[in-house]
């Protein structure tokens, strides 16, 4: 059987501008493609209206531009695949996979983020109701191109989890696995942030009979403070007139090797280069970094 040719994608949210650690996951996802003269997809993961900063999608896509980030093929927003996830999530309740959760958050306040199965077989009905996936009591491991082996057993470390929310609004794990699949990914490239997603995705690939991607998760960004640069934090937008300065320092984050001389041209002419430097061996395995450290 032949391997099928590299497909990769980055997949911002536009609840706010990228910052620095986006550049990061960015340029990791982007160099892996284009080293292998793989496709590079771009997806707006628009699922949550009601967190979508104005003008944001237009600024995410002036700032890849800037940053030389060129992306192939047209650009997919989840917001137009409702009708794909309404059928998905209908088919898995009609096989009993999943289940109406009427749980508030004030229920759930003391269970540390895991589900304790409260409506796991209470027969709500569907109406205000948050939509959940039942899965096993099972041990799910993956190797991470960076961060190795991980583990996690589903049921006691996450317990069954939300795939349409109360709202009406389609959940983050159902729309990246369905949508994964439909555009041919074979690598995601992302931040460490989304590293204890990875094996309930991994599940609900294997339940629908999905290909399953490798999986690269990138350090995050940390501020002096701790918290990772983030839309929530309000770290500051990219500078347009600072692309290629930026980019070497997203170099250095991702332990490549920088061309000789304190500027190398345009973001175009350093990105041709860093492609063909790339080795995804040299990422810190390490779930953070610290920005200050590579000022």
């Known amino acids: 059987m032949n391997t099928p040719a590299y497909i990769g994608r980055f997949a911002p949210t536009p609840s706010g501008y990228l910052h620095f650690g986006s550049l990061v996951a960015a340029l990791a996802s982007y160099l892996d493609a284009r080293a292998v003269n793989g496709r590079w997809l771009l997806r707006m993961e628009d699922l949550d209206p009601p967190r ?23 650009l997919v927003r989840q917001s137009t695949r409702h009708g794909e996830y309404a059928a998905l999530v209908e088919r898995l309740l009609s096989q009993g996979l999943a289940y109406a959760c009427t749980c508030s958050r ?43 082996d991980y583990r996690q057993h589903l049921g006691r ?9 109360r709202d009406g609004l389609y959940a983050y794990q159902l729309a990246v696995v369905l949508d994964d699949a439909w555009q041919g990914v074979t690598d ?14 991994l599940y609900l690939q294997e339940l629908l009979g999905l290909p399953q991607p ?15 640069l983030g839309k929530s934090y309000r770290s500051p937008p990219l500078p347009a007139d600072q692309a290629t300065v930026l980019l070497m320092r997203a170099l ?9 001389g304190a500027d ?32």
């Open 52 to 74: 979508e900063v104005a003008g944001a999608q237009a600024a995410i896509l002036r700032t890849l531009e800037c940053y030389g980030l060129e992306w192939d093929g047209e």
């Open 106 to 148: 004030k229920q759930l306040a003391g269970s540390q983020g895991i589900y304790p199965g409260t409506c796991r077989n209470a027969g709500h009905g569907f109406a205000d109701a948050a939509i959940r996936l039942r899965v096993p009591e099972l041990n799910y491991h993956f190797v991470d191109r960076v961060q190795g």
């Open 157 to 165: 470390e996450g317990g069954d989890f939300v795939i349409r929310r």
């Open 188 to 201: 995601v490239v992302r931040g460490a942030d989304l590293l204890d997603s990875t094996p309930r995705q």
């Open 214 to 228: 490798r999986y690269l998760h990138v350090p995050l960004i940390t501020q002096p403070d701790g918290h990772k």
């Open 252 to 260: 250095r984050a991702l332990g490549q090797s920088l061309p000789e």
């Open 264 to 295: 190398y041209g345009t973001p175009s002419e350093l990105l041709h280069w860093a492609s063909q430097h790339w080795d995804a061996s040299r990422i810190a395995r390490s779930l953070t970094l610290a920005e200050a450290q590579l000022l």
